[in-house]
């Protein structure tokens, strides 16, 4: 992989996820992969009540010709990565059209409400069932249970950047996140990280 075009400019990501995820740091490296590309990647975040496990959100906009906003406009997001399968759900009938594609982990992570017994929250099939007609494409990958079997969750990013390389839909390169991941990243953790990199992509070659 790494030798996708874009297929349109600009192609709008969304990253999604909840508070204590990884998911700024997640959105970052893949920014800084696609600027290796020779690629203007432009980077907006919102931020719920992240302290919490609130909702956290990163647009990236990718494009050869020039820089954009950095809010991806309503129905106009090209790919979803959910860190968190529920917020998948939420934001797919807000950003998504009819050619949206989406990756998502699928291991929840409960709200207090859920936690508490005030709310239920869905079951993994029933999520998948939610985004049939929400979706051109979907991928969903358990890159938490993986990541645990590498000794931490926070290698889940990981697993899921490579996930995301392995759909094909924008330019990426193993390369290019050994490179970033190399200057960010305490040295020790290389290896393990492209460890990740390689499981992710495997996972989604698994459901072709």
Do not use: C
């Amino acid at each position: 992989m790494g030798q996708a075009e874009l297929s349109k400019d600009p192609y709008n990501i969304i990253i999604t996820g909840v508070g204590g995820q990884g998911n700024v740091l997640a959105s970052r490296i893949l920014g800084n992969m696609l600027v290796r590309r020779g690629l203007y990647v432009t980077i907006g975040e919102t931020f719920g009540a992240s302290q919490r496990g609130g909702s956290v959100m990163s647009h990236l906009r990718v494009s050869k010709k020039s820089s954009w906003s950095p809010q991806i406009p309503k129905n106009q997001a090209d790919m979803i990565m959910a860190l968190e399968p529920s917020e998948a759900v939420r934001l797919l009938p807000v950003y998504g059209h009819q050619k949206v594609k989406l990756l998502s982990n699928s291991r929840a992570i409960l709200p207090v409400d859920v936690i508490a017994g005030n709310q239920k929250y869905p079951t993994i099939d029933e999520i998948k069932d939610s985004v049939k007609n929400l979706t051109e494409e979907a991928w969903f990958i358990n890159a938490t249970e993986e990541s645990l079997k590498l000794g931490n969750p926070i290698f889940g990013n990981s697993i899921m950047l490579g996930a995301l390389a392995e759909t094909n839909v924008i330019p990426m390169s193993k390369d290019d996140f050994e490179a970033v991941i190399s200057e960010s990243m305490p040295p020790d953790t290389v290896k393990t990280n492209l460890t990740a990199y390689d499981l992710g992509g495997d996972l989604v070659r698994q459901q072709a």
